[in-house]
């Protein structure tokens, strides 16, 4: 068959064409996704939370109904190069047909088949608009309130119903620990430029905007572990700026609470770990191995044990070293930006709350897995790490924070201490 147009192209081109094609149709809802790899970590197309849902199947809605204009206009537009090509020499010199302002009835078709289609869009949008605005009516009674703060380059998190005497909100950094099957309504504040709170597998995206109370809602259907992402570029190390979402059952949430509520951990000789709930909690995990970040989502454990595991004692911590790192914390003035409730001296709110940071999976806006390397290779330079990160900029840079080989250790047992 010769095609007029297209002949001219190179074959190349065709088939690349018909991929296209292909990937088109095969894109929405089948498993074929996965050969794609759809499914990674911050997938929105492989959700686990109805707004993200919503979301995910308004953006179906969107790829069907334009597949199928894409196959009627292309289609007629195939037929019209086929039908109406030049067959013979005399065709190629024909005088074109009269030309005319078309057919009334072609016409309306066409507008009224234009506005069928915006309407089938637009109606689960606007209904998606109000959804995902905030937690429904019905549901509000049992809604979890969270504060989250955007600074460069990590989020704070508080949870305002859970008040400590003589300190205020209960306050974490770059991890969300949440109630599963509950909705959450999460307040987004900024401290400093504008950031943008996305959780791709359960909600998103939200502007953190300073001085404008933003919200949003999402819930985790099942115990899990997240990937989040600021999603407004806030400046050099915005795209190290993530934090995780972890899910859990809600009496594990409990004991979560409970032991996050306790003031910070005092690894003196034995010293009970957390609390007696905690410790019946999690003490069945004991397998722990290093997660594997990147793309191929492979993890010799999976992240919601590797939390878990993370929130009891490691059995071979060493008293000294902790009770030096305790002293390092203060003569390096780490104290004057780092509140660890239960430590006097560290009352600082310029960076994180490290009151359990021990209890962490990651450190550092998200960027790196909490095990005592990684957190030494922070400490030793976070510059090296996260470029023109604030610990380093407003503080070692001026204070002329220097820690040797052994400092490191300390301050590093001490925190990985603090569960
Ligand atoms: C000038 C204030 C300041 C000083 C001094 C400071 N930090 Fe920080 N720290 C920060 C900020 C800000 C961050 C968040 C950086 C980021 O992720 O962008 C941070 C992050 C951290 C984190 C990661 C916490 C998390 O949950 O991600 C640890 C651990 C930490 N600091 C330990 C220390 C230690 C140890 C010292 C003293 C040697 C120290 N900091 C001194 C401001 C400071
Ligand atoms: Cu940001």
Redesign the pocket.
Known sequence: MRWPILSAKSTALRAKTAIALAGAALLPGCSWIRAFDLNGHQSTIDVEGPVARTQTNLFYVTCWVTLVLFIIVGAVLAYAMVRFRAKTEADEHAVPPPQGHGNPLVEVGLISGAVLALVIIAVPTVKGIFYTYDVPEVQKGEAYQVTATG????FKFEYPAEQIAGHGALTT??ELVIPAGRPIHINLRSMDVMHSFWVPKLAGKVDMIPNRANLLWLEAEHPGYYWGQCAEFCGE?HAV?RFRVIALAPSEFNAWLNSQMAPARDAHPGAQPATAEATAQFASVRSFGQNETGATGAFEVSPLDAWRRKQLPDSNEDPALIARGRE??SE???S???TIRGNPSAV?I???E?TH?GS?S??????LDNTPEQ?RR??HN?EAV?PG???WV???VP?H?T?SAGDEVC?VSY?ESLK
Not at 151 to 154: A, E, S
Request: aromatic share 14%; charged share 10%.
């Open positions: 600074y460069q380059w990590w950094g770059n190390s700026m390092l914390f390096k003035t780490c004057t930006c780092h600082g310029v960076g994180p490290l940071v962490r990651s450190i550092a806006g998200g960027l957190l922070w400490i976070p996260k990160n604030k610990m407003t503080g070692y204070n924070i820690l301050l925190l």
